[in-house]
């Protein structure tokens, strides 16, 4: 084992003199001794910052669910089969081509059996709701009427026909219409449909609850003025 002293020392003076002096040289600061020395720099410090919020490599960070082709589909799907249905009852009850029994004088004689005071003008009423409603539905065109006029048929249906004493009020076909007549509403027709582009098209929620807002009135007023 060495018995030198191996820490850093300077003669002053000249050199045949033999005090030692530890320490920097006259001059010399510390910091910029120890500066100089590779051995007393700081270690390198590590930027955890970088390992905050990380997502897995090829996604995009914040990135919003994208609206796809398959939702577009569903709603052309929902639209055509929900817009036939109703132009089918619509036409039976204007001209009784699917059924024996219809026509507009049994679709009048509908109407007064469930209390209707002006039996004759809702008639036309109704059937004309359900037909041209059915089209503008399948079409996606005026969607925000179109699904508004079969909304304020079936609520009227609804109130008129439920029995419930019964489950359900014996109306699920009712209230299963109803409530695809509803959510068209606010989702609007998607992108296959002819009001692609409108303003009532890229604002569905906001013209939705405006046109509810309609065919709920209008619900009220036939249920109360006229029955």
């Excluded at 270690?43 to 990380?54: A, E, G, L």
């Excluded at 939702?71 to 929900?82: E, P, T």
């Excluded at 219809?102 to 007064?112: F, I």
């Excluded at 925000?144 to 029995?163: C, E, F, S, Y």
Aim: glycine share 12%.
């Amino acid at each position: 084992m060495s018995t030198e002293d191996d820490r850093g020392y300077y003669t002053t003076g000249d050199s045949s003199s033999t005090t030692q002096s530890f320490g920097p040289p006259a001059g010399t600061s510390s910091s910029s001794l120890f500066d100089e020395d590779d051995a007393y720099t700081s270690p390198p410090t590590t930027d955890f910052s970088s390992f905050d919020d990380q997502e897995p490599e090829g996604t995009t960070k914040g990135r919003k669910p994208e609206w796809h082709r398959g939702l577009d589909f569903g709603l052309l799907v929902l639209r055509l089969a929900i817009g036939a249905f109703f132009v089918a009852h619509g036409t039976d009850k204007l001209f009784g081509w699917f059924n024996d029994g219809m026509g507009m004088e049994a679709t009048r004689q509908l109407l007064t059996g469930f209390g209707f005071t002006e039996p004759g003008a809702l008639a036309w009423v109704v059937a004309l709701s359900e037909t041209v409603g059915g089209v503008l539905v399948i079409l996606g065109l005026f969607f925000p009427a179109g699904t508004a006029a079969l909304l304020g048929v079936m609520a009227n249906v609804i109130a008129v026909k439920g029995d419930w004493n019964l489950f359900l009020g014996d109306v699920e076909l009712e209230m299963t219409y109803a409530a695809a007549a509803f959510a068209l509403l606010f989702t609007g027709p998607g992108r296959f449909a002819l009001d692609r582009h409108t303003h009532w098209w890229r604002k569905a929620p906001v013209y939705g609850f405006v046109f509810l807002i309609l065919a709920a009135g209008l619900t009220v007023v036939t249920l109360v003025v006229f029955r």
